[in-house]
């Protein structure tokens, strides 16, 4: 059985970097598309990003231009390389894969 474990969260100045990783153990997710979601604090879990098996890359009107998803299939790993962090991307960042929810990750944007 697949798991995803989200890992690299933490506490960013507005303006920082931070990137987030999404291992999958226990199988593989080639062949299907990888997601990440948050929710930040009283408010639903939004869509951030998706890539495919192939590298096709879908992001939120939100984070477009400052965030870039990427994945390596050998690894069984994806990644959420998040640049120019505003304090409204503060939210916990959850990995899907193969239909697998991670536990999420937190990040908070502050000065």
């Known amino acids: 059985q697949v798991q995803v474990a989200e890992s690299g969260g933490g506490l960013v100045q507005p303006g920082g970097s931070l990137k987030l990783s999404c291992a999958a153990s226990?199988?593989?997710?080639?062949?299907?598309?990888m997601r990440w979601y948050r929710q930040a604090p009283g408010k639903e879990r939004e869509f951030i990003a998706r890539i495919s098996s192939g590298g096709t890359t879908t992001y939120a009107d939100s984070v477009k231009g400052r965030f870039t998803i990427s994945r390596d299939n050998d690894k069984n790993t994806g990644y959420l390389q998040m640049n120019s962090l505003k304090p409204e991307d503060t939210a916990v960042y959850y990995c899907?894969?193969?239909?697998?929810w991670g536990q999420g990750t937190l990040v908070t944007v502050s000065s």
């Open positions: 226990g199988g593989t997710f080639i062949g299907y598309y």
């Open positions: 899907q894969a193969a239909g697998v």
